[in-house]
């Protein structure tokens, strides 16, 4: 890399690997010259089943949606509780033992096309070659939208309201983004998970059982869709703009295809896999073409750059001068939209309005201009309201931290942001004993519980926005900024002695809930890799199905067992926040605890460790539930905790919902004068309670 100007194939190694490192996507081909391995499956063009548009002018909405009944939009969010899964990863539709399907009817025997049965600990755990197993994990394994439509009843029984998808589009050809974030066509469903016809067929049946689909799809960039010149990987310096080859064939070739609009005569081999798709996209001013991002914080880098490999779209005109990065309201107000940003907008109306999507959620939103993201979310609002779907809903992927998050919300339109910072590494370790709940006392934001609190610090009208406006997780499928990845349970090899806190903290705290696929199987994926950190997401992306990438370092073996311990506490828990609304929208405050001396206290951890006894409440409407963990793994833990004096003055009891001991449920305790008003409440170790 001798002028900055252009990263070649043989250029610098540790910065190569450093980008890598930086981008969720650090399993993209890098050297465009590796053999890729996946699957080639032919689609059938010739069956009007599948025709697909090459072009936004062939489609007509307002033919598509005429008379159309479409399924309508919750009330509210937060009560909806939602599972994130890879498409890829989740079912092939051939297990068999373990599970019932969508009418609760058992699948016992193993029929010719179900051929894998259910996982079994003793036997095949760690039996898979580990180099050949993390090999597989890297390419593409299998998991089909047949395969979620066979998976309903799993779900409904499990609790889960809405399923958030991976990106299902199609991706270039030859290449091994499994993960879906490459795109070539926006129209069209990718081969390996089906077709258009079995989105829309999997969607009606979601709603049959009362769940609701979320789709992930891409607004800031495309798949590796063209090559620059020489096929040399370019990096953004100064805005500059870089010279192409042309468009990419498949995943291999260089620029083969003429880089403007794609004459099929000439080019026949190009639809359905090369080039981009629809045509609108083939204009060479749809993309930025200013090479990788190299600053992934620099402005406005992080903004016109490529994401790695990912190609980068042009979504319009914005002010680039560093001093005004801050200032989103100007940016928004000077924003001028391209003609590609309306183009996207018509490809996500058309699948709402084709399969009856219920909300979208916005990858890479950190970069997007703010124009761009607020021109969107009024566009698919407005669609939306026009077919029904009163509340559609929009979730950004907001990385930045809490404040940027609230900003974005605010001037943007979209309706909630993923906790992908502060909220997944706050809940995952104060339940694992390792972090502050928090202390309202003061106006810092160093615990969990401080990122739900005092609304008025970001200007809000009603304690009940954080609710409505944050999705709340722990595990995801890219844990940014993390080098080692890991599961919850794949830490150390007790970790799962904890899940239980985590889920109670997730399911019965502020915001909208999402489980990450395989966390009710006790999923325990982890690099525990020494030097090499390339590729360490795969181990966060295990196959439910098996196949050759199967959880706990098995293969052939799969896990939607119904009986697992954790299967059922989502289930029983998911159950109680649906019959007691405070689970779901009451306000929220951290509740002091009684110490050995006697007073009482907001709980803190002592020299880095806090294994004590952590407790809040939610009231709604005059009613109050109190809900506890102990993270002190080894014995229980009995201690007075304050509750509001109003709601329940001394002498007045509680009773006992819902316990990791089942032997507590139903127990009333009496409320005691103490601190205002006190309940001595016992929790079993690393257990959770809730009473009323």
Known sequence: MSDHKSISNTGNKEEKKLQINNSKMNNIP???????????????????????????????????????????????????????LLVDRFSDGRE?????????????????????????????????DRKNWFKAGQ?????????????????????????????????????????????????????HFGSRKDLKKFVTAAHKQKIRVILDIILNHAGDVFAYKNNDQYGFDQGQQWPVNGFRQNSHD???????????????????????WPAEFQEPNAWTRKGEIIQWDGFPDYLDGDFCSLKNLDHGIAPKEPEIAWDVQKRIRDFQPSQTLLHLAEVYKFWIGYADIDGYRIDTVKHMEPGAVRLFANIIHEFAQSIGKENFYLIGEVTGGRAHAVNILNTTGIDAALGINEIP??????????????????????GYFDLFRNSLLDHKHTHQWFGKHVVTMFDDHDQVGTQYKFRFCGQ???????????????????????IYYGTEQGFNGADHRDKEDAYSDVFLRECMFGGPFGSLQSTGRHFFNEDHQTYHFIHDLCLLRK??????????????????????????????ELRWFIAWSRIFANQEYVCAINTNA????????????????????MSCLFSTDSRQEGKQVRVEKCNGSAVNITVPPAGFVVYR
């Open 96 to 128: 068999h033992n373990g599970f019932s399907d969508g009418a609760g009817k058992p699948i016992t025997e193993a029929e010719s096309q179900r051929t894998t049965p259910l996982f079994n600990l003793e036997k095949d755990a760690g039996r898979a």
């Open 254 to 276: 260089p620029g083969s295809i003429p880089f403007t609009k794609i004459d099929t005569h000439v080019f026949p081999d190009s639809w359905p896999g090369g080039g981009i």
């Open 139 to 191: 390419q593409w394994c299998g998991g089909t939208i047949a395969g979620l439509h066979d998976k309903l009843g799993y779900l409904q029984r499990l609790g889960i309201t809405t399923v958030w998808l991976s990106p299902v589009f199609r991706q270039l050809e030859g290449s091994d983004n499994y993960h879906g974030y490459g795109i070539q066509n926006f129209l069209d469903i990718d081969p």
């Open 425 to 446: 590494d706050r809940l995952e370790f104060l339940a694992k004993g390792w972090r502050s709940p928090g202390n309202p006392s003061t106006d810092a934001q160093e």
């Open 579 to 608: 019959n007691h609304i405070a689970l779901r929208r009451g306000r929220q405050y951290l509740r002091q605890v009684e110490g050995s001396d006697g007073t009482f206290h907001f709980p803190q951890p002592v020299n880095g």
């Open 30 to 84: 890098r050297n465009i010259s590796s053999q890729s391995k996946s699957v080639n499956i032919p689609l059938d063009n010739t069956n009007p089943a599948h025709k697909v548009e090459k072009s936004l002018k062939q489609i007509n909405l307002t033919a598509l949606t005429d008379k159309q009944s479409y399924y309508p939009s919750p009330v509210t969010w937060e009560d909806e509780v939602l599972y994130f």
């Open 634 to 653: 080894n014995q229980p833990l009995t201690l007075r905790v304050t509750v509001d004096y109003a709601i329940n003055p001394p002498d007045t009891t």
């Open 492 to 514: 150390h090899k007790d970790s799962f002695r904890f899940l239980a806190m985590a889920l109670g903290l997730n399911l019965t705290t502020t915001g909208i809930p999402c």
